[in-house]
């Protein structure tokens, strides 16, 4: 138990010092004949060389590290102290990271409208013009069989699963079985949140981003990454590292940019984590200045009358 606060802290410590280098840019002298580490972000533009292949393995090793958490802490930690402090600061913090979810959610709604529309020609295509394939494009067309595009059509589904989960959350539209809840206080109420945030939402988020992150490159690069590895042996596969970007599909000519889904899967969980910091903060502000703040600065959309949703199932 002692151990594990220790190695917390520690990890906490630690972090922040990467952070303060990643910030300003600091890097300690070395002595004659020691190199440099690689500068980050030389993967982008890839060059083949063992210097960008090392970069690009270093980029995975961190995306799902124990280091990356603690910075993630840390800045969690940075922004709620300084909020404890500045109400103001933090209220914009809010505003901010809920706007983004607000944001992208209305923006990928849209995808279930070119969903329906594109069943539409799919059914179109195949009853009345008897067609095989279908061509989209001018100059340089894009013509694949319609069974791509029926495929494709899962796509568009997990563009408003993934991308507007954390939308409709903001919004208030998730269901919700609420047996305690809605009979206490607001500030206990408020509790129940800053508690659920961070003993639900945040752990679940980061332990589904440490496999979705490795799930994704393997579906990239080749030799395989996993959890497990350790910088030095990722280090050592990336001698033999290439590109090798999944495009297999569940039929011979179904969709082939399965690779799109698993994206969406590190998108969703980087999406929850980043609301799960918005709601906490909230929760906390609503907390402290009382029941009048409630619904603060929330941007919820509004419906004309006679189109209201049913409200959540509460039992």
Same mark, same amino acid.
């Given at each position: 138990?002692?151990?594990?606060?220790?190695?917390?802290?520690?990890?906490?410590?630690?972090?922040?010092?990467?952070?303060?280098?990643?910030?300003?840019?600091y890097r300690p002298?070395?002595?004659?004949?020691?190199?440099?580490?690689?500068?980050?972000?030389?993967?982008?533009?890839?060059?083949?060389?063992?210097?960008?292949?090392?970069?690009?393995?270093?980029?995975?090793?961190?995306?799902?590290?124990?280091?990356?958490?603690?910075?993630?802490?840390?800045?969690?930690?940075?922004?709620?102290?300084?909020?404890?402090?500045?109400?103001?600061?933090?209220?914009?913090?809010?505003?901010?990271?809920?706007?983004?979810?607000?944001?992208?959610?209305?923006?990928?709604? /849209?995808?279930?409208?070119?969903?329906?529309?594109?069943?539409?020609?799919?059914?179109?295509?195949?009853?009345?013009?008897?067609?095989?394939?279908?061509?989209?494009?001018?100059?340089?067309?894009?013509?694949?069989?319609?069974? /791509?595009?029926?495929?494709?059509?899962?796509?568009?589904?997990?563009?408003?699963?993934?991308?507007?989960?954390?939308?409709?959350?903001?919004?208030?539209?998730?269901?919700?079985?609420?047996?305690?809840?809605?009979?206490?206080s607001h500030r206990?109420?408020?509790?129940?949140?800053?508690?659920?945030?961070?003993?639900?939402?945040?752990?679940?988020?980061?332990?589904?981003?440490?496999?979705?992150?490795?799930?994704?490159?393997?579906?990239?690069?080749?030799?395989?990454?996993?959890?497990?590895?350790?910088?030095?042996?990722?280090?050592?596969?990336?001698?033999?590292?290439?590109?090798?970007?999944?495009?297999?599909?569940?039929?011979?000519?179904?969709?082939?940019?399965?690779?799109?889904?698993?994206?969406?899967?590190?998108a969703l969980v980087?999406?929850?984590?980043?609301?799960?910091?918005?709601?906490?903060?909230?929760?906390?502000?609503?907390?402290?200045?009382?029941?009048?703040?409630?619904?603060?600065?929330?941007?919820?959309?509004?419906?004309?009358?006679?189109?209201?949703?049913?409200?959540?199932?509460?039992?």
């Open positions: 138990m002692v151990m594990g606060i220790v190695h917390i802290f520690q990890g906490i410590w630690m972090a922040l010092f990467g952070l303060f280098k990643l910030v300003t840019g002298t070395y002595a004659e004949g020691e190199s440099a580490p690689v500068t980050p972000f030389d993967w982008i533009g890839w060059n083949g060389t063992t210097e960008a292949k090392q970069s690009l393995m270093q980029f995975v090793y961190y995306g799902g590290s124990v280091e990356f958490f603690f910075i993630m802490l840390d800045l969690f930690l940075i922004v709620f102290i300084a909020g404890v402090f500045f109400r103001p600061f933090l209220w914009r913090v809010v505003r901010v990271l809920e706007g983004f979810a607000n944001t992208v959610g209305r923006f990928f709604a /849209w995808a279930g409208l070119l969903m329906v529309l594109q069943q539409v020609i799919i059914v179109f295509m195949q009853r009345i013009f008897t067609r095989p394939d279908i061509v989209f494009g001018f100059g340089i067309p894009l013509d694949f069989d319609i069974s /791509w595009y029926a495929e494709e059509l899962k796509l568009y589904n997990a563009m408003v699963v993934a991308l507007c989960l954390t939308y409709t959350f903001v919004q208030g539209g998730h269901v919700r079985v609420d047996l305690v809840y809605s009979a206490v206990t109420k408020r509790v129940i949140d800053m508690f659920g945030s961070l003993a639900f939402m945040l752990p679940m988020a980061v332990m589904i981003w440490m496999y979705n992150w490795f799930f994704l490159w393997r579906s990239l690069i080749v030799p395989p990454v996993s959890p497990s590895d350790p910088l030095q042996r990722l280090e050592m596969k990336a001698r033999a590292l290439r590109w090798n970007v999944e495009t297999i599909g569940f039929s011979p000519n179904g969709f082939t940019a399965y690779f799109l889904f698993k994206m969406l899967m590190v980087g999406m929850i984590f980043i609301q799960a910091w918005a709601f906490f903060y909230r929760s906390y502000l609503e907390w402290v200045e009382g029941p009048e703040s409630e619904g603060k600065y929330l941007d919820k959309d509004v419906l004309e009358e006679g189109e209201e949703p049913y409200d959540h199932a509460e039992f």
